[in-house]
């Protein structure tokens, strides 16, 4: 189960225009980390999930293995997607 593709993906929610997801975005694509991308300013059932996960409303966060990283730093997705 903790194997499955679906546990191993990397959620990656946004909102349009927003500078920090942007970076976020980029280093994701610039180490190669396969990612989906949720708008949650466009999708509520997205920002219900984030919610659920992060009791909180900033983005980006960057969830793997649903564990959940708030605006996180480079260091800290380094560590965690390692």
Same mark, same amino acid.
């Given at each position: 189960?903790?194997?499955? &593709?679906?546990?191993?993906?990397? $959620? *990656?929610? =946004?909102? +349009?225009?927003? +500078? #920090?997801?942007?970076?976020?975005?980029?280093?994701? $694509?610039?180490?190669?980390?396969?990612?989906?991308? *949720?708008? =949650?300013?466009?999708?509520?059932?997205?920002?219900?999930?984030?919610?659920? *996960?992060?009791?909180?409303?900033?983005?980006? =966060? =960057? %969830?793997?293995?649903?564990?959940? *990283?708030?605006? &996180?730093?480079? %260091? %800290? #997705?380094? %560590?965690? #997607?390692?």
């Amino acid at each position: 189960m903790s194997n499955s &593709p679906e546990a191993m993906r990397v $959620k *990656l929610y =946004v909102v +349009p225009n927003c +500078p #920090l997801c942007t970076s976020a975005r980029a280093w994701l $694509k610039d180490h190669g980390v396969d990612y989906v991308e *949720l708008d =949650v300013a466009n999708d509520f059932g997205a920002f219900r999930t984030m919610y659920k *996960l992060t009791q909180q409303r900033r983005v980006p =966060v =960057v %969830e793997v293995k649903g564990k959940a *990283l708030v605006r &996180p730093s480079t %260091e %800290e #997705l380094e %560590e965690r #997607l390692s």
